[in-house]
Nanobody, 129 residues
């Protein structure tokens, strides 16, 4: 079993910043990818960012590109999501996910939540006006 634990969420004013962390345990990752998703009440789950564990290549949707940055620390089995210039529409529960599928790590797969087999408990991010 892989356990993912997010931290770093909270309340922030519009224009502010937060950094989320996701610590993985139970497995040492050498391939695959890690991703961040978010879900607001009444809305579909939305892809936020992903990073290939081996190559470090990153992927973002247009909604966060230029504002959010995903990174990783291989030695700590930890991924981060640096969120800058936050907007009220960024308010959601943010989830960390791990993809261990043998399929290639391309945007087509990494943006799809069903491709990830392990999920964290989520951390609330609230951006006020």
């Amino acid at each position: 079993q892989v356990q993912l634990v997010e931290s770093g969420g909270g309340l922030v004013q519009a224009g502010g910043s937060l950094r989320l962390s996701c610590a993985a345990s139970g497995r040492t990752f050498s391939r695959g990818a890690m991703g961040w998703f978010r879900q607001a009440p009444g809305k579909e789950r939305e892809f936020v960012a992903a990073i290939s564990w081996s190559s470090g290549l990153t992927y973002y949707p247009d909604s966060v590109k230029g504002r959010f940055t995903i990174s990783k620390d291989n030695a700590k089995n930890t991924v981060y999501l640096q969120m800058n210039s936050l907007k009220p529409e960024d308010t959601a529960v943010y989830y960390c996910a791990a993809r261990v599928s043998a399929r290639e790590n391309t945007y087509y797969y990494l943006k799809t939540g069903e491709e990830y087999g392990y999920w964290g408990q989520g951390t609330q991010v609230t951006v006020s006006s």
